[in-house]
T-cell receptor, first 115, second 117 residues
């Protein structure tokens, strides 16, 4: 089944403790991206990647890191999490340079709480 | 930058047809119009995409007038399970440019549809 898989689904952590949220897609998509969703603010892009070893900042990159060493994986790293990073996170992927009709595929989300 | 404007919320009843209109006055020649659906605590799901006139799939229809400055998502005979937030996105599908830098998929606030029994 074509899908984007995020792990973990739920995570409670303490301020300052480094964590990684994994994202993997099995569709050979070039493009991958991370979003956070907060009440009243909608979906905001954190980082995105157009291909392996190519990453760029989105609208709210502060406090986050990403890497794209393989085409299928795009982990989100919080080096020193803070309570304002408590949010619902989504990973998404898509083909590039193709006017297909399937748009972006999103993962099921990771609910992160930083205390 | 093709900014989109949608109603914040809409109410409907089961069995009715629902039409959600999105305004995008600054749409560019290469831009496509794409709609997503999101249920609480789930990732957005692609519904339909179009460039002009009318597009229909098993879930919805998308109507785009000749000037392309607006579009209407039509959901036939909605049910309680159609209660969700619906997002309209406008951008260059080929270059994945939705108004920001290339690759930046920009979501607005969306339209919260509530379907009542």
């Amino acid at each position: 089944e074509a899908q984007v898989t995020q792990n973990p689904r739920y995570l409670i952590t303490v301020t300052g403790k480094k964590l990684t949220v994994t994202c993997s897609q099995n569709m050979n998509h070039e493009y991958m991206s991370w979003y956070r969703q907060d009440p009243g603010l909608g979906l905001r892009q954190i980082y995105y990647s157009m291909n392996v070893e190519v990453t760029d900042k989105g609208d709210v990159p502060e406090g986050y890191k990403v890497s794209r060493k393989e085409k299928r994986n795009f982990p989100l790293i919080l080096e020193s999490p803070s309570p304002n990073q408590t949010s619902l996170y989504f990973c998404a992927s898509s083909r590039l340079n193709n006017r297909d009709s399937y748009g972006y595929t999103f993962g099921s989300g990771t609910r992160l709480t930083v205390v | 930058l093709a900014k989109t404007t949608q109603p914040i919320s809409m109410d409907s009843y089961e069995g009715q047809e629902v039409n959600i209109t999105c305004s995008h006055n600054n749409i560019a020649t290469n831009d496509y119009i794409t709609w997503y659906q999101q249920f609480p605590s789930q990732g957005p799901r692609f519904i339909i995409q179009g460039y002009k006139t009318k597009v229909t799939n098993e879930v919805a229809s998308l109507f785009i007038p000749a000037d392309r400055k607006s579009s209407t998502l039509s959901l036939p005979r909605v049910s309680l399970s159609d209660t969700a937030v619906y997002y309209c996105l406008v951008g260059d599908v080929y270059r994945r440019n939705y108004g920001g830098s290339q690759g930046n998929l920009i979501f607005g606030k969306g339209t919260k549809l509530s379907v009542k029994p």
